[in-house]
Nanobody, 126 residues
Framework: QVQLVESGGGSVQPGNSLRLSCAAS????????MAWFRQAPGNEREFVAY????????YYADSVKGRFTISRDNAKNTVHLQMSSLKPEDTAVYYC???????????????????WGQGTQVTVSS
């Protein structure tokens, strides 16, 4: 079992920045990809960003490309999401997810991830 705990959410004004963190514990296995998803009220959960085990491959949803940066520290079992130039439409609960990816392929759908955090609220409003 893997446990994920997100932190760093909050309320900010448009244009500001936030840094989300996700700490993983438990049976951490190599070649686990990690990703961030988000879900706004009334919407389905959507993909935000992906990073492979090695940290060599990242991928972003078009809506956040150029504004968000995903990174990971395998020694500390953590993944971060640096969010800049935040917009009101970024308001959502943000979830960290992880799961095995032995073929090291891009995974962008929620059903491809096995373990999920409880989520952290991000609110962008003036």
């Amino acid at each position: 079992q893997v446990q994920l705990v997100e932190s760093g959410g909050g309320s900010v004004q448009p244009g500001n920045s936030l840094r989300l963190s996700c700490a993983a514990s438990g049976s951490i296995v190599s070649r686990y990809s990690m990703a961030w998803f988000r879900q706004a009220p009334g919407n389905e959960r959507e993909f935000v960003a992906y990073i492979n085990w090695y940290g060599s491959t990242t991928y972003y949803a078009d809506s956040v490309k150029g504004r968000f940066t995903i990174s990971r520290d395998n020694a500390k079992n953590t993944v971060h999401l640096q969010m800049s130039s935040l917009k009101p439409e970024d308001t959502a609960v943000y979830y960290c997810a992880t799961g095995p990816n032995p073929r090291d392929v891009l995974l962008t759908t929620s059903n491809e991830y096995v373990y999920w955090g409880q989520g952290t609220q991000v609110t962008v409003s003036s």
